[in-house]
């Protein structure tokens, strides 16, 4: 069964500095892995996804991620944070093969701070 | 515009009114499905549909049906709501099976 582990439910960052938002994936065969944005009241809008083209993935807003195989990891980054940033960022993962279904971590909200 | 309509956007009602939220999708996706998100616990899917007639259950079915008699569409009924159904609701739809999810902007239902 496939899964997704978001370390940090909150995380803060300073304007300007650098946002990184952890994801660890678990699945039987090569994944699928996406990162979703949700703006308070909104629907979840897709950031980025890796479909095993290069493994360093650019996405909207200037945030990327990079698939890690060794170390199952997916984990987002921006380099300098930017206040209309702060929102909730949900990890997705979905196997290969078919739509069995897309499975979502548990979210972190990030908070910038002037 | 491609966009996925789910209504409505807000919803309080009783227990065991039985109640349906709408999903129509304009972007011809055979793959729908139903989440719902609770603080700490992320989106959980309820329902999926692979194509017309197709559906099958996620990983919270458990008091929820659904529908697909027409490929756009994809209603959530509730039969029964009960207070622990209060959640908000996301309709979501995609096309070929590598490709990302496209979600509605939500449906908060609160059951007292």
């Known amino acids: 069964a496939q899964s997704v582990t978001q370390l940090g439910s909150h995380v803060s960052v300073s304007e300007g500095a650098l946002v990184l938002l952890r994801c660890n994936y678990s699945s039987s065969v090569p994944p699928y892995l996406f990162w979703y944005v949700q703006y308070p009241n909104q629907g979840l809008q897709l950031l980025l996804k890796y479909t095993s083209a290069a493994t360093l993935v650019k996405g909207i807003n200037g945030f990327e991620a990079e698939f890690k195989k060794s170390e199952t990891s997916f984990h987002l980054t921006k380099p300098s944070a930017h206040m209309s940033d702060a929102a909730e960022y949900f990890c997705a993962v979905s196997d290969r093969g078919g739509y069995q279904k897309v499975t979502f971590g548990t979210g972190t909200k990030l908070q910038v701070i002037p | 515009e491609a966009q996925v309509t789910q209504n409505p956007r807000y919803l309080i009602t009783v227990t065991g009114k039985k109640l349906t939220v709408t999903c129509s999708q304009n972007?011809?996706?055979?793959?729908m499905s139903w989440y719902r998100q609770d603080p700490g616990l992320g989106l959980r899917q309820i329902y999926y549909s692979m194509n017309v007639e197709v559906t099958d259950k996620g990983d919270v079915p458990e008091g929820y049906k659904v529908s697909r008699k027409e490929k756009r569409n994809f209603p959530l009924i509730l039969e029964s709501p009960s207070p622990n159904q209060t959640s908000l609701y996301f309709c979501?739809?995609?096309?070929?099976?590598?490709?990302?999810?496209?979600f509605g902007q939500g449906t908060r239902l609160t059951v007292v």
């Open positions: 979501a739809s995609k096309g070929e099976w590598n490709t990302e999810a496209f």
């Open positions: 972007m011809n996706h055979e793959y």
